[in-house]
C-alpha cells in the first residue's frame, strides 16, 4: 500500500447542543427560592417565605446578565427564566399571601389568591409576547418581581410587627386603630386583599413602569449618585422591612403617575413602539 493516503478525511462530528450551565443554574437558584417560599410558608414561616422570595428576585436579576456578560443566552434559557418567574412571583406569593392573612376571608381570600396567580400568568405571556414591539424604556404593566415585592414586603412587615413583637413607629397609629399591640393576622386580611388584587391586575394593565434598562450602558456616573446610594443603603438598613415595603409602593404607583404625567401633556401612553403583522396578536399588545 502507499504511504500517502490522499482520500478525503472523515467530515468532522456535529458539535452536540447542550445547555449552558451558569445562566440555568442561577436560574434554578431562582425557582428554590420560589419553592422555598412554598415550602416555608406551609410550615408557619413567614419571615423566611418572603425572603425566599426576595432572594428569587435577586437571582432572577442576575440570570440574564450573565448570559449576556458570557454570550451563554438561549432560547431554552429564556424559557427557564420564564417558568421559574411564574413559580416564584406568581405561585409562591399568591399561596404565602393566602396563608398569611387571606384564609379567613374563606372565598374571598382564595378569589384574591388565584387572581394574582393568574394575572402573573396573563403578565408574563404578554411579555414573551412583546418583547420584539415594546419601548425598552418601560415595562408593560407592574413586573411580576416588583409585584411579587409588594405582596411579599407587606407579609414581611406585618409578620415582623406581630410575630417578633417589633413595633414599627410607622405604623404605630395602625396598630392602635386595630387594637392596640394585641393584633393578629386576620386583622391584616382586608388590607391583604386589596394590596394582592392591586398588585396582580395593575400586573395585567397597560401602564408604563420606567424599567431602568437605559441606564446599564453608562460607563460612569455623576459622584453625587454614590453618595445618594450610600444613604439609601444606610436608611434600609435602619428598618429594612418598612423602606423596601415603602419603595416597592412607591414603584407600584409610579407607573400611574407616568401614565397621567403623559396623558397631560398629550403624548400617547402607550409604550407599543410597533405592531405585529400576526392579526392573532393584535389585541395582546395595547393601542
Given amino acids: 500500500m502507499p504511504d500517502n493516503d490522499f482520500s478525503s478525511p472523515p467530515p468532522p462530528r456535529p458539535r452536540r447542543k447542550g445547555i449552558y450551565v451558569l445562566p440555568n443554574m442561577i436560574t434554578l437558584a431562582a425557582l428554590f427560592g420560589g419553592f422555598y417560599a412554598i415550602v416555608m410558608a406551609m410550615n408557619g ?47 409562591a406569593p399568591a399561596l404565602v399571601a393566602y396563608m398569611w392573612a387571606l384564609q379567613p376571608l374563606g372565598k374571598a381570600g382564595w378569589f384574591a389568591a388565584f387572581v394574582y396567580c393568574a394575572c402573573a400568568a396573563l403578565r408574563l405571556a404578554r411579555f414573551n409576547v412583546n418583547t420584539a414591539v415594546v419601548d425598552k424604556r418601560y415595562f408593560q404593566g407592574l413586573p411580576s418581581p416588583a409585584a411579587a415585592a409588594l405582596v411579599a414586603g407587606f407579609i414581611w412587615l406585618t409578620s415582623a410587627m406581630l410575630e417578633a413583637q417589633r413595633d414599627v413607629p410607622l405604623f404605630r397609629e395602625l396598630l392602635s386603630m386595630l387594637g392596640g399591640q394585641r393584633v393578629a393576622r386576620g386583622d391584616f386580611s382586608w388590607l391583604m386583599f386589596a394590596i394582592t388584587l392591586f398588585a396582580g391586575l395593575t400586573m395585567v394593565t397597560n401602564t408604563p413602569y420606567y424599567s431602568f434598562k437605559d441606564m446599564r450602558g453608562a460607563r460612569s456616573v455623576p459622584f453625587v449618585v454614590l453618595v445618594l446610594a450610600a444613604l439609601l443603603i444606610a436608611v434600609i438598613s435602619i428598618e429594612p422591612a418598612t423602606i423596601l415595603f415603602l419603595l416597592f409602593v412607591g414603584y407600584a ?8 404625567w403623559r396623558k397631560a401633556k398629550g403624548e400617547p401612553v402607550s409604550i407599543v413602539s410597533t405592531s405585529t403583522d400576526e392579526p392573532d396578536e393584535r389585541g395582546l399588545h395595547g393601542d
Avoid at 427564566?81 to 413559580?87: F, I, K, N, Q, W
Avoid at 404607583?253 to 397621567?260: E, F, N, T
Fill in 45 to 91: 414561616h413567614f419571615g423566611l417565605a418572603t425572603a425566599g422570595i426576595f432572594a428569587a428576585m435577586v437571582l432572577d436579576s442576575l440570570d440574564g446578565r450573565v448570559a449576556r456578560m458570557t454570550h451563554t443566552q438561549s432560547a431554552f434559557g429564556e424559557q427557564m427564566d420564564s417558568l421559574s418567574d411564574m413559580v416564584s412571583f406568581g405561585a
Fill in 253 to 260: 404607583l409610579s407607573g400611574y403617575v407616568i401614565y397621567a
